[in-house]
């Protein structure tokens, strides 16, 4: 075996290379041996990338593209409570013959490595201020507790009666300065 392309996001394509039109499907699931992403929530180490991959021989190399499922796990950004959502992400790569150009992304050796496109696809997916849910009211600056609704309602100011009165006041302004208009369309 003179392979010396290895790793975990590794593919063969020798069956198809140079074969334009031909295509393969192939699913694995990684699991992580490094944290992908550095904000407050990330896929952490140990975690399940699971790969749906499809790869289709063209002129110019190896058309890669499918999608990735996986769990985020951090914490939210406003109550700190932790937090756990599958992320799921589509990808798609043309990685090219080797040639004069150099390319981001190559076949090597009849192979095809997708790890640093499906994590940097993981990794742009990840929210920046993520949330536990999305009307999160976040810590009481003063207590440090979790708000709630209830706790949130006491801090609503009650409207003033009188303000009301002379709402009712306007509206009645506002209908008496309609009228002629309202006789001339009918
Ligand atoms: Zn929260």
Redesign the pocket.
């Known amino acids: 075996m003179k392979t010396r392309l290895n790793g975990p996001f590794v593919i063969p394509v020798h069956d198809i290379v140079r074969h334009p039109g031909e295509m393969r499907e192939h699913e694995l699931t990684v699991s992580l041996k490094e944290r992908w992403g550095e904000g407050l929530v990330s896929i952490e180490e140990g975690t399940d990338v699971v790969l749906d991959v499809r790869v289709e021989s063209v002129h110019e190399g190896i058309l890669v593209s499918g999608e990735a499922a996986t769990t985020l796990r951090g914490e ?1 950004g ?2 700190l ?1 932790p937090i756990e959502e599958p992320v799921e992400v589509e990808f798609q790569e043309l990685f090219a013959y080797p040639g004069e150009e150099a390319n981001d992304f190559e076949v090597q050796d009849d192979h095809v490595d997708l790890e640093t496109l499906v994590r940097d696809a993981t990794v742009l997916a990840l929210p920046f201020q993520p ?3 999305p009307d ?1 009211l ?1 810590l009481d600056p003063e207590t440090g507790e979790r708000m709630t609704e209830s706790t949130e309602k006491e801090q609503v100011a009650p409207i003033d009666p009188r303000w009301s009165a002379l709402q009712k006041i306007t509206d009645q302004g506002n209908a008496a300065d309609r009228s002629p208009e309202n006789t001339e369309g009918s």
Do not use: L
């Open positions: 939210c406003r109550c409570d949330v536990c849910q999160c976040g």
